[in-house]
């Protein structure tokens, strides 16, 4: 059975640091690009980051580009999420998903909660 | 950027009845990067159609997808009690990946 278990979210203040983590299990994570996406609280979806198999590609949504850092460990089965100079506006729960074949999410796991607070 | 638009923004239907949803974008999409998901509170998303129009595994075929381009479409012939939920539609395009604003499916 394919699980993603989140990690890492808290209670953070403005202009502060977090690292997210989420651990796979049930399938080969070398195998997959994988993604973080992020939901404020009452609000939709929003397509954080993603990463290569290999990790030598990732792709960042330009709000967060040279602020949040994607990366894995394909030997620890393990996806990480830095998150630097955090905002208001990063307030969210985070979401790890693994790219299906057609670029969709067609696993998720069940969130860690990031708020950011002055 | 695609920037994908999900009409209506609610919808109050009745089990058994059945409910129609939009997504246009605002560019072509291909047809193979169009997918819907469905979600319940407190819950994550869970990957109901890719490709546009193929059921993801363990999806009753009371859900199916269609449209091409710009203009595509969700439908769920006859709606279960489960299937109160907010819907969101998602693109893939020159490295982005977009979702639409959603659809809420209210119980009338």
């Known amino acids: 059975e394919v699980q993603l278990v989140e990690s890492g979210g808290d209670l953070v203040q403005r202009g502060g640091s977090l690292r997210l983590s989420c651990a796979a299990s049930g399938f080969t994570l070398n195998s997959y690009w994988m993604s973080w996406v992020r939901q404020a609280p009452g609000k939709g979806l929003e397509w954080v980051a993603n990463i290569r198999q290999d990790g030598t590609e990732k792709y960042y949504v330009d709000s967060v580009k040279g602020r949040f850092t994607i990366s894995r460990d394909n030997a620890k089965n393990s996806l990480f999420l830095q998150m630097n100079s955090l905002r208001d506006e990063d307030t969210a729960v985070y979401y790890c998903a693994r790219h299906g074949s057609y670029n969709d999410f067609d696993y998720w796991g069940q969130g860690t909660l990031v708020t950011v607070s002055s | 950027e695609i920037v994908l638009t999900q009409s209506p923004g609610s919808l109050s239907l009745s089990p058994g009845e059945r409910a129609t949803l939009s997504c246009r974008a605002s560019?072509?999409?291909?047809?193979?990067?169009l997918a819907w998901y469905q979600q319940k509170p407190g819950q994550a998303p869970r990957l109901l159609i890719y490709?546009?129009?193929s059921r993801a595994t363990g999806i009753p075929d009371r859900f199916s997808g269609s449209g091409s381009g710009t203009d595509f479409t969700l439908t769920i012939s006859r709606l279960e009690p489960e299937d109160f939920a907010v819907y969101y539609c998602?693109?893939?395009?020159?490295?982005?990946?977009?979702f639409g604003q959603g659809t809420k499916v209210e119980i009338k």
């Open positions: 998602q693109q893939y395009g020159s490295s982005l990946w977009t």
């Open positions: 490709a546009a129009s």
């Open positions: 560019q072509s999409v291909s047809s193979s990067y």
